[in-house]
């Protein structure tokens, strides 16, 4: 079973930036991180877990949510199974939990679409992020 670990969640100040990590391990026999689309989800106080940006394996499909778009950007170094989430000019509103999860040869989903829960086979157990002054 794949094995999703984020890190790098925080309290930060309205305007602030983190850089949340997602490294991957236990590949199933014959995968290497380049087969997997990896997306990042969030889950706030009372609210239902939402998509946020997903990454094709290649990096050549990324799709963002149009809260995030211009502010998150997401990248992937397949060398170290790791995807990154630049997050810049926070807000409170972004406070949540962050998981991302793991969608084997979902590249084509990413470029059509939103990450959906239903996807994604494999998930990290979240990082907290807090945006508050």
């Known amino acids: 079973q794949l094995r999703l670990v984020e890190s790098g969640g925080g309290l930060v100040q309205p305007g602030g930036s983190l850089r949340l990590s997602c490294t991957a391990s236990?590949?199933?026999?014959?995968?290497?991180?380049?087969?997997?689309?990896i997306g990042w989800f969030r889950q706030a106080p009372g609210k239902e877990r939402e998509g946020v940006v997903c990454?094709?394996?290649?990096?050549?499909?990324?799709n963002y949510a149009d809260s995030v778009k211009g502010r998150f950007t997401i990248s992937r170094d397949n060398a170290k199974n790791t995807v990154y989430l630049q997050m810049n000019s926070l807000k409170p509103e972004d406070t949540a939990i962050y998981y991302c999860?793991?969608?084997?040869?979902?590249?084509?989903?990413?470029?059509?679409?939103?990450?959906?829960?239903?996807?994604?086979?494999?998930w990290g157990e979240g990082t907290q992020v807090t945006v508050s002054s």
């Open positions: 990454i094709s394996g290649s990096s050549s499909n990324t």
């Open positions: 999860a793991a969608d084997l040869l979902g590249g084509s989903r990413c470029r059509t679409g939103l990450p959906d829960m239903n996807d994604y086979e494999s």
């Open positions: 236990r590949f199933s026999s014959g995968y290497t991180s380049a087969y997997y689309t």
